[in-house]
């Protein structure tokens, strides 16, 4: 996965990571041997691409934007579509995250935004709940300051203001974040693009 994206701690890829262990929402922490990758594929049809990924999710975006994509089953996201051709900033985020089977989506959902409540500059903007993908889904927007990671190098995270729409769903004993994130300037610029393409979530 190309360093250039938001590799460090946002609410998608940091909570993720953290074993969620509040309000009955567990990982399972016991040894395992190394991952098995996880394999994708992208299909193109008409002016469009389809990501689909053994990880249990087909997401489509128009086959003019660029993605990256990782198999490494140790990583939990997924792919990113970047939306504009000048950054990799603004872009939906698809992870997932391996639960017990006793997780309910509040509980997912609950622990997700307790995480997102600690970013500098939180501010809620609003919450709902919705479907995604024939599920029951909880969606959030919200401004926060995230350390962003601009380059191949640590030294390169820099503290940046975001607006990000979230969404969370539980399907199979996983958990998906499906996020829009975009610098404040730009979210309007991208955000109905970056819906369509949220809305293609299917799980499969």
Do not use: W
């Amino acid at each position: 996965m190309n360093n250039r994206n938001l590799i460090t701690a946002l609410a998608f890829a940091a909570l993720i990571t953290v074993a969620v262990t509040t309000a009955g929402c567990a990982t399972n922490t016991s040894p395992s041997p190394t991952p098995t990758p996880i394999p994708s594929q992208e299909t193109v049809i008409g002016n469009n691409t389809t990501f689909s990924s053994a990880a249990g999710f087909n997401i489509t975006y128009p086959k003019t934007l660029k993605i990256d994509s990782t198999t490494n089953a140790s990583v939990q996201v997924r792919v990113y579509v970047y939306l504009a051709t000048n950054n990799t900033l603004d872009s939906v985020v698809v992870a997932e995250q391996d639960l017990d089977a006793s997780v309910t989506l509040s509980d997912f959902a609950n622990y997700m935004v307790t995480q997102v409540n600690n970013y500098p500059n939180y501010k809620l903007i609003s919450n709902a709940s919705t479907t995604l993908g024939g599920k029951p889904a909880y969606t959030i927007v919200f401004n926060a300051t995230v350390p962003v990671q601009m380059g191949t190098a640590a030294s390169t995270v820099q503290e940046t203001p975001l607006k990000l729409m979230q969404t969370f769903v539980v399907n199979n004993h996983k958990g998906y974040v499906v996020t829009y994130k975009a610098s404040p300037s730009d979210y309007n610029t991208y955000q109905a693009q970056a819906q369509q393409i949220m809305n293609s979530f299917a799980l499969t």
